[in-house]
Each structure stands twice: as C-alpha cells, then as structure tokens.
C-alpha cells in the first residue's frame, strides 16, 4: 500500500541556531506520539542544514530530502549540488520541479526529467511537484497543464523507476497565499492524476504512488484535505517552520 507522507519544505528560511531550535523541538514532539505505519515525516531544511537535520533524524521518526538538485551528474556547475553527493550524505528525498524553480528559474520538463534521473541513479527518492497557475485555472487549462508536467517530467520512467516517486500537486495560486483549494478540487486533481498513471503504468502501479496537496495546507484544514481517497498526505511551506502546525499536519491523517 501507497505511503503516507507529510513532508516539510523550509525553503530560505532559517538560520543555523533557529534551524537547530525547530529540529529539537520537533524530535521531541514526534516522539510523545504514534504515528501509523504507513505514515512518513520528511523534512527539507536548505543544504547547509542537511547534516545538522541527518543526526537529528538518526534518532528519531523523520527523514531526511533536499530541495533541489542538479540536472548534472557532476563538474564546473559552481553552486550546484549533485545527487551523488546527497546519496552520499544518505539523503532519502528530493523535490524536484517546485513551482518556485519553474518560475525564477525557468525550470523546464526536460529539466524535471532529467533530475528525476539524477536521483533515481542514486537511488533518492523525487518528489516531483506539478501545479497550474491561477491564470491557467481561471481559464479551466489545470488539468491540460498537469498532464503536460507528469508526462514531461516522469512519462520516460518504467514502471519499476515510477514506483520511487512522489508526486505532490501543487496549485501554484495556493503556495503562500492562504488560499487553499478545496478538498473537492484536490481530491479532482489527485484522482486525474492516479488516472494518467493508471494508463501509462496500470493500476495496481498507480495505486502504489503517493500524491501529495502542497499549497497553504494548515492544520485546520489538513484532516478534510487528507481525508479524500486520493490524497496521500502534504508537502507542506509556511506550516513546516513551526514545530506545533507541522505536528498539527502530521497527526492529521
Ligand atoms: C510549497 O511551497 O511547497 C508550499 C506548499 O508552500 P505553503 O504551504 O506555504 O503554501
């Protein structure tokens, strides 16, 4: 059976001591509780703090991924960071093709693509983020625009190499907005998705592939949001720099 995952993306925030702060405290607090089985925690600090939240999750119930990768395997791509050096730091996860990349940093599918196999060869794990815009929404493109960014970034996979991916669907229009969307529009959006995996790969593939919701997730609204058959759990922003509302999310399945 598909895990289920929150993961928290802490972007370019933090510093050292701050980072140090939230990692104690969230250690503690999955500590005093029992999370189901199937349930994976994941945090994402920014590369600086990869080793620091490695020890902590050495003794403790989360894991470890990166916000991003390069493209390349390695070489003169000064500030880049390669998969073989997050295999080697023993880095589990990976998003990739964050709607923050896609827009300042002109991320294409091919892009996608090419980092999902970065990782894959490194045995990591991508969490590879899709999403429409507002624009696109308004104008009833979302599910054309998903569809365009699941096969270009992860069509070329077999089946075997599919099954190591997350997917998290995020509409752009609610990373950091508040507004988040709807169960009914999750749900919609995650079960179209399940739907073209389920072409591509078959059914009981699709069904082994965890789909996130990531945009304003909350713990107030992270229990109705989790609730729908084809929601696999978050990736969470603003929510994960607060130990008490990552907690919120957490124990909201
Ligand atoms: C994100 O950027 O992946 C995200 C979901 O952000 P937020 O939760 O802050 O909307």
């Not at 609610?174 to 169960?183: E, Q, S, Y």
Request: aromatic share 8%; net charge negative; hydrophobic share 40%.
């Amino acid at each position: 059976m598909r895990k289920h995952i929150v993961a928290g993306n802490w972007k370019m925030n933090m510093t050292f001591s701050e980072a140090d702060e939230l990692l104690d405290e969230l250690m503690s607090e999955l500590e005093k509780v029992t999370l189901p089985r199937d349930t994976q925690v994941i945090v994402c600090p920014p590369f600086p703090y990869i080793e620091m939240a490695s020890d902590y999750a050495n003794d403790s119930y989360f894991t470890v991924g990166a916000q991003d990768v390069s493209e390349h395997e390695k070489g003169a791509y000064t500030g880049e960071v390669s998969a073989a050096m997050l295999e080697s730091c023993e880095i589990d996860y990976c998003i990739v093709g964050h709607s923050e990349r896609r827009a300042y940093h002109g991320e294409t599918d091919a892009q996608v693509a090419a980092k999902v196999d970065q990782l894959l060869a490194h045995n990591l794990k991508p969490i590879v983020c899709v999403g429409e815009v507002l624009e696109e929404r308004e104008s009833g493109r979302q599910q054309e625009v998903v569809k365009r960014q699941v096969e270009g970034g992860l069509f070329h996979l077999d089946a075997n190499q599919i099954q190591q991916v997350v997917i998290a669907y995020e509409p752009v229009w609610a990373i950091g907005t508040g507004k988040t969307a709807t169960p009914d529009q999750a749900q919609e959006m995650h079960a179209f998705i399940r739907s073209l995996l389920k072409e591509k790969y078959g059914a009981a593939v699709a069904d082994e592939i965890s789909i996130l919701y990531g945009g304003s997730c909350k713990p107030s609204n992270a229990k109705e949001l989790f609730s729908n058959p084809d929601v696999d759990g978050g990736l969470i922003g603003g929510a994960s720099l607060k130990a008490g509302d990552f907690m919120g999310i957490v124990t909201s399945f």
